[in-house]
C-alpha cells in the first residue's frame, strides 16, 4: 500500500484502519508506505493498535520455503512494513 505525499491526515488513518478492520475477505496489507503526510501521534497509533487487535490475521503470514530434498514448506509470520518518516509524529 503506498500512499506517501498524499496529506493523509488522521480522517484517512481513520478510513484505513476501518478498512483493515471490516474488510476481513481482503489479504493482509505487507507494507505500508505512508511517508510525508500528516499523520499525527495519536493516527499513527490507531493504526498500530489496529494492527495488533485483527490477530490471528496480523501479522500475516507467509509460505517459507521447505528447504532440499523435497521438504514441505511452512507457514511463518512476518512484519507488516510501515514507513512513517516525514509525518507530525513527536
Request: hydrophobic share 35%; aromatic share 6%.
Amino acid at each position: 500500500l503506498k500512499l506517501y505525499k498524499n496529506r493523509i491526515s488522521e480522517g484517512g488513518v481513520l478510513a484505513m484502519c476501518e478498512f483493515i478492520r471490516a474488510n476481513r475477505r481482503a489479504g493482509a496489507v505487507y507494507e505500508m508506505h505512508l511517508s510525508h503526510n500528516d499523520i499525527d501521534d495519536d493516527s499513527a497509533m490507531e493504526l498500530l493498535r489496529t494492527l495488533k487487535e485483527q490477530r490471528p490475521r496480523y501479522p500475516p503470514r507467509r509460505l517459507i520455503d521447505g528447504g532440499h530434498d523435497g521438504e514441505r514448506g511452512w507457514l511463518a509470520p512476518v512484519p507488516v512494513w510501515v514507513r512513517l518518516n516525514q509525518n507530525r509524529i513527536r
